[in-house]
């Protein structure tokens, strides 16, 4: 009754179509297609599980993936670490109760996925990936407030008075660009992080749509100690920085905090923030980072602007230790056109 496979590259229109007519016409992917390409045109299909009705001609199911490593090679390969994305069943039109699990079995089948997560998932969607065998966790949010705002404007609560302390001149920020790739490289590689700087390029420096940074830490003539990405948003006439990305080497995490300090300093960022799951908490303290709760913390949404709190729950199965961050999946994607 169905073909369950990957999106033709000569499918878009139906893959469109079924966007329009079965997620949200006002999808990013319909109003600007450098988007959807970036996130999701490989060397020769699209990204999308779908669910193909020969007899109409049309998808009655699509289910979007994405690998760090597709980022780099434009392709899925087997036995990654595999991110889920838009999971829709046109209930209207299935002539399968069983279609979503059908495209979940497919990609957990075909890929072979050494860990399979959604990112940014609803309370009900939450409730399929538990039955389909996934953990279900809740991600932290965290930020370093800058300590010379005397009157914040997206902080939500009540800071509590710091004194302020001189911020060693020896510790230096560098905003990097391709041109620091040996220097970055190397330490990701000597640090074991989970992405390497190719991934940054792709992922992030040629994002077609934002700005991202990229930021080494370091002191005078030493070798980096931390690095950075992310991007500024803004709201109430105020900027903050939203970290997609934070490797560091745990034994310099107070010249992690002060250099995180001068770039807000140099910036004018009201605060810092970080959203992950899995790092160790402890580290992030000794940063100086505080984990946001119902009486003091920043918004998560801007993309409409909520001046709320907002948690983000995640979905995974993996055969190791598992981490995420702001920028994976596709929770770090423009929502307006």
């Known amino acids: 009754m169905y073909e369950i496979r990957l999106c033709k590259t000569e499918e878009i229109d139906l893959l469109t179509t079924f966007l329009k007519n079965s997620w949200s016409e006002n999808h990013i992917f319909l109003k600007n297609k450098d988007v959807l390409n970036f996130q999701h045109r490989a060397l020769d299909s699209y990204t999308f599980v779908v669910a193909y009705h020969s007899k109409t001609n049309c998808f009655h199911g699509v289910l979007g993936i994405i690998s760090p490593d597709f980022y780099v090679d434009r392709k899925i390969k087997k036995e990654q670490d595999l991110w889920l994305a838009i999971w829709k069943v046109d209930k209207d039109k299935a002539k399968s109760n069983s279609l979503g699990i059908d495209m979940l079995s497919y990609v957990e089948a075909e890929f072979s996925p050494k860990s399979i997560s959604a990112i940014g998932i609803n309370n009900t969607v939450a409730l399929l990936y538990k039955l389909a065998g996934f953990q279900t966790k809740t991600m932290n949010q965290w930020f370093l407030p800058n300590k010379n705002i005397v009157e914040p404007k997206l902080i939500v609560g009540c800071l509590p008075v710091y004194e302020r302390q001189p911020l060693s001149s020896s510790n230096l920020v560098i905003d990097c660009g391709v ?22 390029v792709q992922r992030y420096l040629k994002h077609p749509t934002y700005n991202y940074s990229v930021y080494a830490f370091k002191k005078n003539d030493s070798a980096i100690y931390g690095v950075t990405v992310g991007r500024k948003v803004t709201a109430n006439l105020s900027n903050a ?11 310099y995490s107070l010249d992690i905090g002060i250099s995180l300090n001068k770039l807000m300093d140099h910036k004018g960022y009201e605060y810092i923030d970080f959203l992950e799951y899995g790092y160790k908490s ?12 119902e009486k003091l913390f920043v918004p998560h949404l801007f993309e409409p602007f909520v001046s709320g709190r907002n948690e983000v729950k995640i979905a995974f199965k993996s055969f190791e230790p598992f981490i995420c961050t702001k920028g994976d999946s596709d929770l770090d994607r423009p929502n307006l056109g």
Request: glycine share 2%; net charge negative; proline share 0%.
């Open 282 to 293: 402890q580290s992030l303290v000794d940063i100086g980072f505080r984990q946001c709760n």
């Open 241 to 251: 920085f939203r970290l997609t990305e934070l490797f560091f080497d745990t034994d």
């Open 179 to 200: 041109e620091n790739e040996n220097e970055v490289q190397s330490f990701l590689s000597k640090n074991r992080a989970r992405r390497n700087f190719n991934y940054i």
